[in-house]
């Protein structure tokens, strides 16, 4: 067994380019919100790939829909109409602000769709001078050129220059520096409504509301980046629901399909003459079998009770991380809505991730010194008490 730990962590790091800084195991087998290594080590995900797998690992929801669909249809193109695919953008449609889908495969895909419709949609409707999007700084939208171009983080930016024109950025949260950025040479402004990779931050009262005027009397679109906090992930469905503001444009991937890569774009009506036909395009964008299992998980958020479920649990946790901070002189503050919460620690993260995973317990870290917690939806209220008792002994 250690043999063939060895074999394949040695033979990633030989054989496939260093991009990722990776947790030294090798993980073979999921279930609910357990994980296993090849040395049948288990942990608690705390993780949950990202905020993707939020029925949890090896959900009979998602084997289910899998083999049903494997077996009738995989994929087409989108040269072809297909049922899982118009199901699915009905249901988003039906349940969001939204009247039109564009189905991709991932959050930056996604991103990409939204930027493309902007900027065309303001060179159609207002001339080739309305062009800038406006992001926010330590934003993430992504790693292709444009949503990196539209990313708010010097770091991740590095050695790619020149990235796109046409991105302007403003701290999150500040109301008068956005009014100043924003004239109407801005097509849209580009907002994650908590920021995730950001150190889980939440907009002010009132902030969200504040930019939707903005971008009206400015003819902006405001483009919502759910591709995190979307899909129950903060107690609602969408978490623009929490703030009574609905945008544009939004886009969602990770959760999505629970794990099959799929993202989508979302707009009004308004803005489809804008995506004609030949506009946009992508070979897999929304197969059969990623739509169906898509369908399947959506129907278990909205009907099975886990985002309720994410609430209450969600509550419970922030309440247990807050108890952290009242004590502890090492825990600043816990931020956050539902099951993406974030505690930030007066010293690096990283050495608490590594002790975490030590006892079993997969956790993350976002900008340096932010734990950040994105389990499963069906994670359980002793499953948290699991973790905040470890915490609460080597914090
Ligand atoms: C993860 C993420 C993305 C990028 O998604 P990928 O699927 O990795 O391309 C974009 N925006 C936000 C807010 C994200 O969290």
Known sequence: MNDLKENTMASADKYMFQTYGRFPITLVKGDGCRVWDDKGKEYLDFVGGIAVCSLGHSSPIVTAALEKQSKELVHVSNLFYTRPQTDLAKMLVDNSFAERVFFCNSGAEANEAAI?????????????????????????????????SATGQEKIKHGYSPLLNGFKFVPFNDINLLAKALDDSVCAVMIEPIQGEGGVICPDPDYLAKVKDLCKKHQALLI????????????????????????????????????????????????????????????????????????????????????????????????????????????????????ILGLEIDSPGAPIVQTCLKEGFIINCAQEKVLRFLPPLIVTESEIDLLINVLKRIL
Not at 129 to 134: F, G, Q, W
Not at 242 to 262: C, R
Not at 319 to 339: M, N
């Open 116 to 148: 493309k419709l902007a900027r065309r949609y303001g060179n159609e409707q207002f001339g080739k001078d309305k062009y800038i999007i406006i992001s926010m700084q330590n934003s993430f939208h992504g790693r292709t050129m444009a949503t990196l």
């Open 224 to 339: 919502f980046d759910e591709v995190q906090v979307g899909m129950g992930r903060t107690g609602k469905l969408f978490a623009y629901e929490h703030f009574g503001v609905t945008p544009d444009i939004m886009t969602l991937a990770k959760a999505l399909a629970n794990g099959l890569p799929i993202g989508a774009m979302l707009s009004t009506e308004d803005l489809a003459s804008a995506f004609g036909p030949g506009s946009h395009a992508t070979t897999f964008g929304g197969t059969p079998l990623v739509t169906a299992v898509s369908l399947a998980v959506l129907n278990s958020l909205l009907n099975d009770g886990w985002i309720e479920n994410c609430n209450k649990t969600g509550k419970y946790f922030k309440e247990r991380l807050q108890d952290l901070v009242d004590k502890k002189d090492s825990c600043v503050e816990v931020r956050g809505k539902g099951l």
